[in-house]
């Protein structure tokens, strides 16, 4: 066990509201020589969090989790309204991972009356999640920017299930010279291969039973594509294959440049292949490497 985790082992969870009390207590951590990680999240924790904060605890002596849930990046009312909650869970979650501070601030903390600035990354947040989502990405980088500010972590963690979110986060960082470290964890998944996310659990039970179909198929439609072939027509045949797997709207099936998100005919290193899909009122989305 790491110095890092062995102390970690040893502390409580505090719970912060204000942004003055998160800088007071990261600045207490510093002054004692600690290195500090912080892990954004909306809530609703999963196993997948978890494996953020089991990442972050390797690498720094403190972890920050906040819990905000931004309306900013939601572009419709509705997913924002149904967006799963239970702070006492998560709360209790954090404890046993080991972390040390969460941070849930209010919406006027984050969004006092006046707010009026906005981070927006070009050319990244064009494609894929930004095509459908228009204003989605200046949400997030406007708060991932915020709360870096606010913390000012030695590193911060990102899930690669969100793959376009962790590049515009890595962009906006470096663009705006924020000195933190973007580091990215794999996507974690159940047993059949659902990628986790706090949103399967609006998923009704026939559609949680479809839902698995769409890792299935990307590791089939990326077998081919590894494989040479071209990726108009694999791509055409694998919209089919989600269609026939009850997946009733398709958001974009496409190959990318997993640095530049630049669309790609053939795979080529390092190729990735996005998806998002809805089954009824929930929008799936994952991604994987095409080696
Ligand atoms: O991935 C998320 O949960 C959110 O987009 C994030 C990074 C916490 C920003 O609100």
Same mark, same amino acid.
């Given at each position: 066990?790491?110095?890092?985790?062995?102390?970690?082992?040893?502390?409580?969870?505090?719970?912060? $509201?204000?942004?003055?009390?998160?800088?007071?207590?990261?600045?207490?951590?510093?002054?004692?020589?600690?290195?500090?990680?912080l892990v954004p999240t909306m809530g609703a924790l999963h196993e997948g969090h978890l494996a953020?904060?089991?990442?972050?605890?390797?690498?720094?002596? =403190?972890?920050?989790?906040?819990?905000?849930?931004?309306?900013?990046?939601?572009?419709?009312?509705?997913?924002?309204?149904?967006?799963?909650?239970?702070?006492?869970?998560? &709360?209790?979650?954090?404890?046993?991972?080991?972390?040390?501070?969460?941070?849930?601030?209010?919406?006027?903390?984050?969004?006092?009356?006046?707010?009026?600035?906005?981070?927006? @990354?070009?050319?990244? &947040?064009?494609?894929?999640?930004?095509?459908?989502?228009?204003?989605?990405?200046?949400? @997030?980088? &406007?708060?991932?920017?915020?709360?870096?500010?606010?913390?000012?972590?030695?590193? /911060?963690?990102?899930?690669?299930?969100?793959?376009?979110?962790?590049?515009?986060? $890595?962009? /906006?960082?470096?663009?705006?010279?924020?000195?933190?470290?973007?580091?990215?964890?794999? &996507?974690?998944?159940?047993?059949?291969?659902?990628?986790?996310?706090?949103?399967?659990?609006?998923?009704? =039970?026939?559609? =949680?039973?479809?839902?698995?179909?769409?890792?299935?198929?990307?590791?089939?439609?990326?077998?081919?594509?590894?494989?040479?072939?071209?990726?108009?027509?694999?791509?055409?045949?694998?919209? =089919?294959?989600?269609?026939?797997?009850?997946?009733? $709207?398709?958001?974009?099936?496409?190959?990318?440049?997993?640095?530049?998100?630049?669309?790609?005919?053939?795979?080529?290193?390092?190729?990735?292949?996005?998806?998002?899909?809805?089954?009824? %009122?929930?929008?799936?989305?994952?991604?994987? %490497?095409?080696?």
């Open positions: 066990m790491s110095g890092a985790q062995e102390k970690n082992n040893r502390v409580k969870l505090a719970v912060s $509201r204000s942004v003055a009390d998160l800088r007071r207590i990261v600045a207490g951590w510093r002054a004692a020589g600690d290195t500090v990680a953020l904060v089991g990442a972050a605890r390797a690498q720094c002596h =403190r972890v920050a989790v906040t819990i905000f849930v931004n309306p900013t990046q939601f572009d419709d009312r509705a997913d924002l309204a149904r967006y799963p909650s239970d702070i006492g869970r998560d &709360t209790r979650l954090l404890s046993e991972a080991g972390a040390d501070l969460l941070f849930i601030p209010a919406q006027e903390e984050m969004y006092p009356p006046g707010f009026a600035t906005a981070v927006t @990354v070009s050319g990244l &947040t064009a494609c894929l999640c930004g095509a459908t989502r228009p204003s989605h990405f200046d949400g @997030v980088s &406007t708060i991932v920017s915020k709360l870096l500010c606010q913390a000012a972590p030695d590193a /911060a963690f990102f899930g690669e299930k969100d793959y376009q979110q962790l590049l515009v986060v $890595r962009r /906006a960082a470096r663009d705006l010279d924020i000195p933190v470290r973007i580091e990215s964890v794999a &996507t974690a998944r159940d047993a059949d291969g659902l990628a986790l996310s706090s949103r399967n659990a609006n998923l009704s =039970r026939e559609d =949680r039973a479809r839902a698995p179909a769409l890792y299935r198929i990307l590791c089939e439609l990326a077998r081919a594509l590894a494989s040479g072939g071209p990726a108009k027509s694999i791509l055409e045949q694998g919209r =089919r294959m989600l269609e026939d797997a009850g997946f009733a $709207r398709i958001d974009y099936l496409e190959l990318r440049d997993g640095e530049t998100l630049a669309a790609l005919d053939r795979a080529r290193p390092p190729a990735r292949l996005f998806a998002a899909a809805w089954l009824g %009122s929930t929008r799936l989305i994952d991604n994987i %490497s095409v080696a």
